[in-house]
């Protein structure tokens, strides 16, 4: 799912967050909400849906990962 944000221009819904990663949106949001907390991805309510973007920390994890 970082991976999948980090390559988004703009912020993703859930629901292309858990297309992506082929899990329901419910599971999505539940991860989205334990990285969100760690401070690795950033969401807002956006009329009825949230939507999500990677965070500067969540790019230096991914690289350094990806190392």
Request: glycine share 8%; net charge positive.
């Amino acid at each position: 799912m970082l991976q999948f944000l980090s390559r988004q221009e703009w912020p993703v819904t859930t629901e292309q967050v858990g297309a992506s990663a082929d899990v329901s949106w419910n599971t999505a949001q539940i991860h989205l909400y334990k990285l969100a907390s760690e401070g690795l991805v950033k969401g807002k309510r956006v009329g009825r849906q949230n939507q999500w973007i990677v965070t500067r920390k969540g790019k230096k994890v991914l690289a350094r990962i990806n190392q």
